[in-house]
Structures are given as structure tokens and as C-alpha cells.
């Protein structure tokens, strides 16, 4: 591949999931940005160019023009999740993220509040007269999607097992498009009722919502409904369970940190902000350039289709954007907006409803789980390079009988 700049390239492949596993790949990015802002890289095999620097990625994020988020999308997950607000460009865009964003503006947020503290409350309730867990296992994979399906009003019975694996089959297109399409098709089976129903009778559910949202004019129609909720499984499932992962494994590796959150309930908001900065669960982002031209992008010539990698947990430990990046410091005042949920127009939607998320999860589990602490001699590994968070979290706490 020839770029037209003096860009490093190594076999790296951010695709190997086992790298991330067995890597300090912060350590690695960290020599990689003092040699330069991006590197080539391989993605799945193929020749690819990864973003370090807090000023690429951002770029990356922001340029529309140049690189839209479209074209990845609609290569990869638009085929088994649909085409939804990621998948237009321009005033399609535009309009179809107002909509997506009057479900989850800050101030509609707390009308799920007192159903997410249910959630977190049961699934302690669980826990609690053992006196140890998993929490990965036990509470950061099922509070997400518990959550989800409760705010879309799905049938409970199905809401652990069966929605994980349906949620973890979409995603996995390229991987398994017979499974992933598999899945759309249940999904339909399952949720088209209840649009049917909403439309007809809405309610205070997030279906209901979504359905009746209007700009411009403009509402979703039921293929965007169904797409809707495809994605919000995956995403905010994924994204969350990882992230909420991420902040329990800051805080119970550093017990300094653990202790201020336990005295100080005004702390765990800061402290939630500064461990996903410090370790993003969506880490290594894949994009591509255009599929129908070559383009010119920060000196690089990049031919059409370049596989892309946004690497957000290497722009959140540059030091040009944070000083002393490395340390996790809940009282870093942030001049400079972390890149956990994207930027500008790519900025998560649900962003607010995930600080929710992660600030009820730790209020219930510091709370309900009294002497919280990561058991004697446990790793906390992470899940891989692309998407990352703890693997496990094997903790002791005291017993509630």
C-alpha cells in the first residue's frame, strides 16, 4: 500500500483477538504514537491503516466528507442489523438521528431510572448470600441486556440466554452471515407485534417512543423500527457490559480509588468518565475509506476501500490530549472530550442512558455488596482488540444471609 507519508508498518492484525488478550497494547500504541500518528497495519489479514493519535482519530471521526461512517456500515452490519441512522449521510442523517435522539435526550433518561435500579437490585439480590462472584458472569453481561429488554417490553423469559446470543449473532455477519441472518429473521418474528401494538396504542416503553417520535414531519418507518432495535441490542448491550467491566476493574485494582467511591457518591460519576477515557470499550474501531474512489486524507493516499482502524483507546492516552494520560485520575479536568462515544455527528446517542447504566451499577453493587473486593491472586484478562473489557472479575464481598 502506498500512502504518499512516511507511515511505520508492522504485521500487526487487529483482527487477531488473542493479541489483545496477551498484549499491553497500551504500552505498544503508546511507543507507536511517538514514531508517528498512524500506522500500517493488517485488519483480518488484510493491508490496513490504523489511527493512533488523538488528533487522527478525532479527524477521522469529524470528516465526513472524506471518510463517512456509511460506508462502513452498510459493508458489514446493515446486512443482518438494517440499514438505520449510521447508514445515511447528509440530511438522511441529519433527520434520522433527531428522531433516534428524542428517545434518549438527558431529560428523558430518568423516566427509566427507577427500571434500571430494579434490574441492579435483582441481580445483587442474587449474588449476595453467596459472598463471592463472577461479576462478568453474573452482573455487567445481564444488566445491560436486562435492561434493554425491559425497555423495549420483550417477553422476560427470554431476556438473559436467549437475547445474548441472538444480540451476539447479528453482530457477527462477516463471520457467520447463515447465524447472523438467522437471528434478524427471529428478531422480526419476535418484535413485529409489538410495533404493530405501540403504533396503535403507545405506552411509556422505549417502543413506544421510538415509533411516535417526529421531525420535521418525518418517523421512523417499521424497517427502521425493526433496525432500531436490532442495533440497540449489540450496541448498547456490548458497549455497556464492557464498559461497566472496564470501571469495576479501576476501581477494584486500585483500592485508593475503590475506597473514594465508597464515601464519596458524588466521585463515581468522575470516576466512571475518567476509567472508560482510560480504558475505552470500543477500542479499536474498523472503518474503511470510500468503496468508489481513491481519497487524500492528512497526507495519506489512501486507495478506495482502505480498511481503516480508529484506535478511540489510543487517542484517549495520547499525551498531546491528555497529560500524564497513563494515570487514572478521577480529578482530571478534561479540556479535551474523551473519544469513548465518537465525536461530532457520530457522537452515541445513548450516551446518557449509559452513564445512567454505569452510575446505578455502581451505586447497587457498592451498596447491596458490602466488603467488595477482587479475590486473592485473580487476573482480570481482557476479551480481545477490537472490543475490550475484563473477562472475568472473580470477587469476595461479605455474605447476606
Not at 500506522?39 to 469529524?62: H, I, K, M, T
Amino acid at each position: 500500500m502506498t500512502l504518499g507519508l512516511d507511515v511505520p508498518e508492522t504485521d500487526f492484525d487487529f483482527g487477531d483477538e488473542s493479541r489483545g488478550q496477551t498484549q499491553d497494547l497500551h504500552a505498544l500504541f503508546r511507543e507507536w504514537r511517538a514514531e508517528a500518528p498512524a500506522r500500517r497495519v493488517r485488519v483480518f489479514g488484510q493491508p490496513a491503516v490504523a489511527l493512533l493519535s488523538y488528533e487522527f482519530v478525532a479527524d477521522g471521526f469529524r470528516d465526513e466528507s472524506t471518510l463517512p461512517a456509511a460506508t462502513s456500515y452498510i459493508a458489514t452490519s446493515a446486512h443482518s442489523l438494517g440499514r438505520f441512522v449510521s447508514t445515511f449521510t447528509g440530511d438522511e442523517h441529519k433527520v434520522r438521528r433527531a428522531i433516534l435522539t428524542k428517545a434518549f435526550r438527558r431529560n428523558v433518561v430518568p423516566r427509566y431510572t427507577d427500571l434500571i435500579r430494579r434490574v441492579g437490585r435483582e441481580l445483587v439480590a442474587e449474588m449476595a448470600p453467596r459472598g463471592h462472584a463472577d461479576l462478568v458472569t453474573d452482573f455487567t453481561k445481564r444488566f445491560p441486556l436486562r435492561i434493554i429488554s425491559r425497555l423495549l417490553d420483550l417477553p422476560t423469559d427470554r431476556e438473559d440466554a436467549t437475547l445474548a446470543t441472538m444480540a451476539m449473532d447479528l453482530i457477527r455477519w462477516s463471520h457467520d452471515p447463515e447465524k447472523a441472518m438467522a437471528a434478524k429473521d427471529a428478531y422480526v418474528d419476535m418484535v413485529t407485534p409489538l410495533i404493530e401494538q405501540r403504533r396503535a396504542h403507545p405506552g411509556d416503553d422505549l417502543i413506544s417512543v421510538v415509533v411516535t417520535a417526529e421531525v420535521d414531519g418525518e418517523r421512523f418507518n417499521d424497517d427502521e423500527v425493526h433496525a432500531f432495535i436490532r442495533h440497540l441490542f449489540p450496541a448498547g448491550a456490548d458497549t455497556t457490559y464492557l464498559a461497566l467491566g472496564n470501571v469495576l476493574r479501576a476501581l477494584l485494582t486500585e483500592p485508593a480509588l475503590l475506597d473514594l467511591a465508597r464515601e464519596n457518591p458524588e466521585t463515581r460519576l468522575p470516576i466512571i468518565k475518567e476509567a472508560i477515557r482510560w480504558d475505552s470499550p470500543v477500542a479499536n474501531l474498523p472503518r474503511s475509506s470510500p468503496p468508489d474512489r481513491s481519497v487524500v486524507w492528512h497526507g495519506m493516499s489512501l486507495p478506495p476501500s482502505t480498511p481503516l482502524v480508529y484506535s478511540i483507546m489510543s487517542a484517549n492516552r495520547d499525551e498531546n490530549a491528555f497529560p500524564d494520560a497513563d494515570k487514572l485520575d478521577p480529578a482530571r479536568k478534561l479540556s479535551t472530550a474523551a473519544l469513548t462515544f465518537g465525536l461530532g455527528s457520530h457522537l452515541c446517542a445513548g450516551l446518557h442512558l449509559a452513564y445512567a447504566e454505569l452510575e446505578i451499577a455502581l451505586d447497587t453493587l457498592l451498596g447491596g455488596l458490602p466488603g467488595l473486593r477482587m479475590a486473592p491472586g485473580a487476573v482480570a484478562r481482557d476479551t480481545g482488540t477490537i472490543l475490550r473489557g475484563p473477562a472475568e472479575l472473580p470477587v469476595l464481598f461479605h455474605a447476606n444471609d
